[in-house]
């Protein structure tokens, strides 16, 4: 059998056609089978799950994974590393779920004490943990016969029950290993276990093998003489305990190792996937540090040399089949992805870097382009980097005009996944800002209605990016398109984001009412439709439990409301929101004082019809006296703001 099958898929598929693997996992179960014969099913297991995808499936079905876990109790050693192949090789399938490894408490434990036995079982057992080491909570796998699971619905991730076994001692020492594949299994064990972990990349630091830490290792495996494999995986490592803020930005074994050792990874004379990779990484490490982008961005021509990730394939008539188009166009994906992703990192925070971005061949246009492609990662990252692109002023009013960037990104909002609503309708903020030329044609094709539908989400970050594009909207806007914004969300969704749990949700919806209230005309016209309803929720934040920046919003609004010419009487007659008022003008918070001031300014404004009685009613509720007070004030704002409240009266 075992000769039978080795390469050749059709023989496996048939033997498993044939009932062959119940039949093996009796085998190797039995006690009274001989050590050898159950090892030759390990083997043979092994072999089988090497063929397709739908061979694993069919071992899953069969439960192969209890068997070969139960195997490795055996005291023999040649039984437990043909148990632990197979089981190397069924993990590393995509279609085993990874927390079949975690459903009992004793596997990882057991597993740990098998690292000592002997090289094959280190390789094979640093493979497993690789591949099964994922950042997400385990749910049932239906092993019902199977012991209490490790796991549960709220229980910790895969990183932190490996890093609980001791994982990261149990592995380091493998890192000086005589073995090169040994050595490369530990290193990439690392590179999973450090990933967006600050526990496991602060203990990585301080740990040391031979005298030396585990960093000063890392960095010998940057060096060119290393395999490329090596230095790779070696960077991840460093770059995943940098961004968890166990290794400095500026320290030197990122920026005269790591970030160098990326940037090569870069250039055309590499692979391919270690072109795609080495961006990827490089894309993660400098995303959120000024420094490292503008390192980065003047290293080895960087930005010109990510150009080429997007002239692959060549030449598509030299393609000689199907099979070859669909391995060209996969690369071609990963590639252009790879480069959006670093684009975008690059130009997250400097201008230069954006004009030089933008600036290489045909960049806008392949933007563009990217929006559309089939693949939903492309599509993405092609997002991302406009989005990135976006920040900019310059470029808002010149290329992203020039190339009409708002329709493809309009198309792109369409029932699109959240995670590309989610940075497609950030990039929409920005190109909404008041001095957008883009801003008038994305009002014309129906933005209100998209993005009054984003705040009713599920989704915190949809909720929050659609009432922030309708903020910006909304900033000296047409009275025309403040009713249109106030009509799409009607008066309930608006309570709705008033109330809602989330701060920046109803900071951004406070913004919106701020900037519809604004201008005169505007103001009255608002109020007198939904003065109501918006004095209700003004008193409703005044009187909740919110943080100073909530408040100090709230009293901008009406002081604006204060402005207009009929809507000031909506606050003149009533008297809770008055002594509201009246109470922050004494509060021990400067911002508050000031914003209730600007409030009282625009009441008692003499030059305006009805100041008088207006003056009347707030002397003799006490507000006088406290202007008095305020006009004594060691903060000059305040002091000034009261003094020219108090002309008001002897004018």
Known sequence: MKNAVIGNNKQKA???????????????????????????????LGSLAMGTENNVKSLLDCHIIPALLQG?????LKFIEACLRCLRTIFISPVTPEDLLYTDSSVISHLMGLLSRSRYTQEYICQIFSHCCKLQHW???????????????????????????????????LLVSTSNKVRMQALKCFSVLAFENPQVSMTLVNVSVDGELLPQIFVKMLQRDKPIEMQLTSAKCLTSMCRAGAIRTDDPCIVLKTLPCLVRMCSKDRLLEERVEGAETLAYLIETDVELQRMASITDHLIVMLADYFKYPSSVSAIADIKRLDHDLKHAHEL??????????????????????????????????GLSESSIKV???????????????????????????WKPLM??????PNEILVVASSTLCNLLLEFSPSKEPILESGAIELLCSLTQSENLALRVNGIWALMNMAFQAEQKIKSDILRGLSTEQLFQLLSDSDVNVLMKTLGLLRNLLSTRPHIDHIMSTHGKQIMQAVTLILEGEHNIEVKEQTLCIL??????????????????????IKYYMSHSNAKLQLAAMFCISNLIWNEEEGSQERQDKLRDMGIVDILHKLSQSSDPNLCDKAKTALQQYLA
Do not use: W
């Open 139 to 173: 749910h049932s796998c239906g092993f019902n016969s199977l012991p209490q699971p490790l796991l549960c619905a709220n229980g910790p991730d895969h990183q932190t029950i490996l890093f609980n076994y001791g994982a990261v001692q149990n592995i380091a020492h």
């Open 379 to 405: 599509r993405l990252a092609a997002v991302r980097c406009l989005h990135s692109l976006s920040r900019s002023v310059q470029q808002l009013r010149t290329s992203f005009q020039d190339h009409a960037v």
């Open 336 to 369: 252009r992805q790879a480069a959006f992703k670093l684009y975008a990192s690059l130009g997250a925070n400097d201008e230069d870097i954006r004009k030089k971005i933008i600036e290489t061949e045909n960049m806008m246009d392949r933007i563009v382009n």
């Open 559 to 580: 002081a604006n409301i204060a402005d207009g010419t009929t809507a000031k009487e909506l606050i003149m007659t009533n008297d809770d929101i008055l002594q509201k």
């Open 72 to 76: 490795l109790l055996s005291p023999d």
């Open 14 to 44: 048939n033997l498993i056609v044939l009932g062959a693997v119940p039949r093996l996992l009796y085998l190797l179960q039995q006690e009274s089978s001989s050590t050898e014969l159950r090892t030759e099913c390990a083997v043979v």
């Open 411 to 416: 198309k792109v909002l369409q029932n699109a």
